[in-house]
């Protein structure tokens, strides 16, 4: 069989095999999946803000103002005020001389990591951390050393052998981790990331894509924690998670910043964010620090529908944040029981490998703003049932 009918079939073979799903309308923590109607729990929308009037309203002016669409690189003709100012506000949130769009938290991270690390380099990186964050240590040529996760004497055995970061004869160091893991929920030690990288000369880059909006006075994320706000060399974050629109940046010194600017292919290379975006994402910002009580309520959900279902005897992961994580093991098992969720009307896709490792094949669960208190208990109750009761009949989705 040829390339790439086999490794399709061997996908498909190991229950890895993805399609995707059409979206056929919204309506608060609602969604319409083929004609049904399903309480929506997969949403990165932590805050709700991706249908918050104020913000659509933004994108709507900026469209007939500026466009829909951007007209090139921001070096080129693309940069708008609008760019700029939204930038400036995002180093304010994150308490950061300055900071640079990027097209996605993705190419935020690939382009940071190539453009800071190369041949020579050591990069010590936490093993959950995300894709994009992998990908970048790949990209930028540096050695990779991966620690356990969150193991600090691992990651420090690893810095006594490195020799000391920007010295004579020897690389940069850099300590390259999440704050917030998207799959189980958990937090990394930063303020002793931050003291072993002081103690040993490396420069520390936190990805805070998942804390920012939802943690913090104003939503600066978890990296505007005391001790902790512009400690890191590089912060990099998402606009598309709990700001509900689409983009990455990259927050930190000015010199780090401007280097980016000039270095970081792909912020260089890539046509800048549309107008309607950018505008909707200041707004987003905006309302993320005036109105707090968004935040509250989301981790108010969070806390009672992890305790529901650990009271109903399912053991979960993520205490403390918006993202819970179910580990069933087995890929099979794991759509299955996102199957009998999706007929019961709960929309929770299966997480399967590579995102996770092999056996931890999970349900992951997101609680946002725009849930009411009574549809987390819906959640605790099906979730808690079909766990209980598995039935190997599901079909995949």
């Not at 709507?60 to 829909?68: K, L, P, S, V």
């Not at 939204?86 to 994150?94: I, N, P, S, T």
């Not at 990779?144 to 970061?165: F, N």
């Not at 092999?358 to 808690?384: C, D, F, K, N």
């Amino acid at each position: 069989m040829a390339f790439p009918d086999d490794d399709l079939q061997r996908i498909r073979r190991e229950a890895r095999f993805r399609t995707t799903r059409a979206i056929e309308r919204k309506e608060g923590a609602w969604v319409w999946i083929d004609g049904r109607r399903l309480l929506n729990f997969s949403s990165n929308d932590y805050l709700g803000l991706s249908a918050h009037p104020r913000v659509i309203a933004a994108a709507a002016e900026a469209a007939r103002r500026f466009g829909a669409g951007s007209p090139s690189a921001r070096l080129l003709s693309g940069n708008l005020a609008l760019h700029d100012e939204l930038e400036r506000a995002l180093a304010a949130l994150k308490g950061e001389e300055a900071a640079l769009l990027f097209g996605s938290g993705y190419l935020a991270n690939v382009g940071a990591l190539d453009a800071v690390a190369g041949h020579g380099d050591l990069l010590l990186s936490d093993a959950l951390n995300h894709a994009s964050l992998v990908d970048g240590c790949r990209l930028s040529r540096a050695r990779t050393c991966v620690y356990p996760h969150a193991d600090l004497g691992a990651l420090e055995a690893l810095l006594r052998q490195a020799p000391r970061s920007d010295s004579a004869g020897g690389g940069r160091v850099w300590i390259v981790s999440d704050t917030l893991f998207s799959m189980d929920g958990d937090r990394a030690p930063l303020p002793e990331l931050l003291t072993l990288a002081q103690r040993h000369g490396a420069r520390l880059l936190l990805d805070d894509a998942h804390a920012t909006g939802v943690f913090g006075e104003r939503g600066g994320g978890l990296t505007d924690a005391p001790g902790v706000r512009g400690q890191a060399d590089l912060v990099v974050s998402t606009l598309s998670k709990a700001f509900g629109v689409y983009g990455g940046f990259v927050a930190g010194k000015r010199a780090f910043i401007d280097f980016l600017r000039n270095r970081a292919r792909t912020f260089i290379f890539s046509t800048a964010l549309p107008p309607p975006t950018v505008a909707a994402a200041l707004e987003a910002v905006r309302v993320a620090a005036t109105e707090p009580e968004r935040r509250a309520r989301v981790l108010g959900l969070a806390a009672a529908a992890c305790a529901g279902l650990r009271a109903r005897g399912v053991e979960v992961l993520g205490e403390g944040s918006p993202i819970l994580a179910v580990v069933v093991g087995d890929e099979r098992r794991a759509l299955d029981l996102s199957h009998r969720l999706f007929e019961n009307g709960l929309f929770i896709p299966a997480i399967r490998p590579p995102t996770v490792p092999p056996g931890t094949s999970r349900l992951r669960i997101s609680l946002s703003a725009a849930h009411e208190p009574e549809q987390v208990e819906t959640l605790v109750q099906i979730v808690a049932a079909t766990v209980a009761n598995p039935d190997n009949g599901g079909e995949q989705v």
